[in-house]
Structures are given as C-alpha cells and as structure tokens.
Nanobody, 124 residues
C-alpha cells in the first residue's frame, strides 16, 4: 500500500512557475514508477510525465515537453513536478500516481495508487 499526498498547487499568472510535490508513505517508494496526470474541467484525465524507479529516465507528454520537469528524491519519498512557462491551458487538477510496473507508462489504468489531486490555475 502506498498513500500519496500532493501539494504545491495554486494560482499563477501565465508565464509563471510552480513546483508540485507528492509525498508517499511507506518504505517501498523506490520500487514504484511515478507519474503525474492532470484533468481539466469537462475533460478526461491525461498523462503529463513519468519517471523510472531510479529517476534515471523520464517521459513527457508533448504538450509539456521543455516546460515541465519531473524528478524524485527516494530518500524523501517524494516526486516533484517543476512547471515553468505556464499557460492557461495548463489549468487542471494535477494528480500523482504510482505503479508497480517497471516500465514508464502513460495509461492511467496502469497505475495502482493515486493522490487526491492539487488544483493549478493559470490566469492569462
């Protein structure tokens, strides 16, 4: 069992930055591939970024590539999402998720555990 708690969301102007954090409970954090997803109002939840267990490999949705950076600190049981050059279309609830699958995956159905989400609002 893994419990995930996101933080760091808020209101920011277009062009600004935010860093989201996701703290995980349990002693096996390093055995999970971690991902970030987001869901805008009236839309389906979509993949944003994922990171391997060691943190050595990352993968991003095209819409955020070059602007967002996913990272993790296994000693702190935390995964981060640094978001720069934010746009109004980045407005959404952001969720972190964990999967015991060793592969990076963009499918939300592959993830076993989810946080409660944190709201990010970008004003134009």
């Amino acid at each position: 069992q893994v419990q995930l708690v996101e933080s760091g969301g808020g209101l920011v102007q277009a062009g600004g930055s935010l860093r989201l954090s996701c703290a995980a409970s349990g002693r096996t954090f390093s055995s999970y591939v971690m991902g970030w997803f987001r869901q805008a109002p009236g839309k389906e939840r979509r993949f944003v970024a994922a990171i391997t267990r060691s943190g050595g490999t990352t993968y991003y949705a095209d819409s955020v590539k070059g602007r967002f950076t996913i990272s993790r600190d296994n000693a702190k049981n935390t995964v981060y999402l640094q978001m720069n050059s934010l746009k109004s279309e980045d407005t959404a609830v952001y969720y972190c998720a964990a999967t015991s699958d060793y592969r990076l995956t963009v499918r939300d159905s592959d993830y076993d555990y989810w946080g409660q989400g944190t709201q990010v609002t970008v004003s134009s």
